[in-house]
């Protein structure tokens, strides 16, 4: 038979947990009965990729909130299957769009019929994180920089293949407008993801292409890509040895990059929103998310929704003017 020192014990250990709860509990937030179920990311591409990052977020924002916050890839239509099923939504908190530039910017320019419109389908939350492009050549070609990849593609006209996520993606566009800039004449071919991308790279099938330093680093280490030149206006943290498009001569790469962002369809509360952006906020700031994040070349956004929009405005205008310089319309 228990003793009463014991039950005393054993009292002060169940209001110890039930404590550990409660403080658990008001720790949690729940605005206007948001969320009452878990929350759906879709990611409107393949598995794989910079997209999968959110799942560093993810376990902190269900501490937040209480509710798990599911990452689902939905690739097809150059991310306008995902997009839309998001925008089809409720406005409700429980489905969110983790899309980058590619989908809600590019793609649409890009895609005379797409049906994704940015500006009225969907409100921005925050900025997840941005990072440059890499431009990357199969090890087998016999080219180690930029001006050597441009000779031996003039030698060949449209003899090598480039891949990208999709038409009218970053990746699509970027090369694009290298290819125009420079007079190569090189066939595009289109995947569903950025990792199946890049096994063609390392395979041979492509010739060359543009990635992520993050995305592209085993390959590299593997000596079966070779990394030539970054965009953007500052050499990528992990990758100080690749020397940006401006330092080796060519103008006009310095602000294209992939920005990745959380939106919700359009209607969504404000209040959610501003809850939501926060947290992203707070862990992009400080902590080992930001962290990871800076050790894989990306930058963390700290900015509010309203300035995450106003960027997008600008991306519509700047990507509008490379779309128009490349010529690249594909009729969806």
Same mark, same amino acid.
């Given at each position: 038979m228990?003793?009463?020192?014991e039950?005393?014990?054993?009292?002060?250990?169940?209001a110890?947990? !039930?404590?550990?709860?409660?403080?658990?509990?008001?720790?949690?937030?729940?605005?206007d009965? &948001?969320?009452?179920?878990?929350?759906r990311v879709?990611?409107?591409?393949?598995?794989?990729?910079?997209?999968?990052?959110?799942?560093?977020?993810a376990?902190?924002?269900k501490?937040?909130?209480?509710?798990?916050?599911?990452l689902?890839?939905?690739?097809?239509?150059?991310?306008?299957v995902?997009?839309?099923?998001?925008?089809?939504?409720?406005?409700?908190?429980?489905t969110?769009?983790?899309?980058?530039?590619?989908?809600?910017?590019l #793609?649409?320019?890009?895609l005379?019929?797409?049906?994704?419109?940015?500006?009225?389908?969907?409100?921005?939350?925050a900025?997840?994180f941005?990072?440059?492009?890499?431009?990357?050549?199969?090890?087998?070609?016999?080219?180690?920089?930029?001006k050597?990849?441009?000779?031996?593609?003039?030698?060949?006209?449209?003899?090598?293949?480039?891949?990208?996520?999709?038409?009218?993606?970053?990746?699509?566009?970027?090369?694009?407008?290298?290819?125009?800039?420079?007079?190569?004449?090189?066939?595009?071919v289109?995947?569903?993801?950025?990792?199946q991308?890049?096994?063609?790279? #390392?395979?041979?099938?492509?010739?060359?292409?543009?990635?992520t330093?993050g995305?592209?680093?085993?390959?590299?280490?593997?000596?079966?890509?070779?990394?030539? #030149?970054?965009?953007?206006?500052?050499r990528?943290?992990? !990758?100080?040895?690749?020397?940006?498009?401006?330092?080796?001569?060519?103008?006009?790469?310095?602000d294209?990059?992939?920005?990745?962002?959380?939106?919700?369809?359009?209607?969504?509360?404000?209040?959610?929103?501003k809850?939501?952006?926060?947290?992203?906020?707070?862990?992009?700031?400080?902590?080992?998310?930001?962290?990871?994040?800076?050790?894989?070349?990306?930058?963390?956004?700290?900015?509010?929704p309203?300035?995450?929009?106003?960027?997008?405005?600008?991306?519509?205008?700047? &990507?509008?003017?490379?779309?128009?310089?490349t010529?690249?319309?594909?009729k969806?």
């Amino acid at each position: 038979m228990p003793t009463r020192r014991e039950l005393l014990g054993a009292a002060a250990g169940i209001a110890a947990v !039930a404590g550990f709860g409660l403080e658990r509990a008001r720790a949690q937030q729940t605005i206007d009965g &948001w969320p009452s179920r878990s929350v759906r990311v879709i990611s409107p591409t393949g598995t794989g990729g910079p997209g999968q990052n959110f799942r560093f977020y993810a376990d902190q924002l269900k501490d937040k909130f209480g509710q798990s916050f599911v990452l689902e890839n939905m690739p097809g239509g150059s991310g306008s299957v995902g997009c839309m099923a998001v925008a089809r939504s409720a406005p409700d908190g429980h489905t969110l769009l983790l899309a980058s530039n590619s989908h809600i910017v590019l #793609a649409p320019l890009v895609l005379t019929n797409s049906p994704v419109n940015v500006k009225k389908d969907f409100v921005p939350i925050a900025l997840m994180f941005t990072f440059p492009f890499l431009l990357l050549v199969n090890s087998g070609l016999p080219v180690r920089t930029v001006k050597e990849l441009v000779a031996y593609a003039k030698a060949r006209p449209g003899e090598l293949n480039y891949g990208s996520p999709g038409v009218g993606t970053g990746g699509h566009l970027v090369t694009e407008l290298l290819v125009k800039r420079t007079g190569i004449q090189a066939v595009h071919v289109p995947y569903q993801a950025t990792t199946q991308q890049m096994l063609a790279a #390392a395979a041979g099938t492509l010739q060359f292409t543009f990635d992520t330093v993050g995305n592209a680093r085993g390959m590299v280490d593997a000596g079966k890509v070779i990394p030539l #030149a970054v965009t953007g206006a500052r050499r990528a943290v992990s !990758a100080p040895d690749v020397a940006t498009f401006r330092e080796l001569g060519y103008d006009g790469f310095d602000d294209l990059f992939v920005a990745n962002g959380l939106l919700a369809p359009a209607g969504a509360s404000p209040a959610v929103i501003k809850a939501l952006n926060r947290e992203i906020v707070r862990m992009n700031t400080d902590g080992p998310i930001r962290q990871t994040l800076i050790n894989a070349s990306y930058e963390p956004g700290t900015i509010a929704p309203e300035d995450y929009g106003a960027m997008i405005d600008r991306e519509l205008k700047l &990507w509008g003017d490379v779309v128009q310089e490349t010529g690249v319309r594909v009729k969806a």
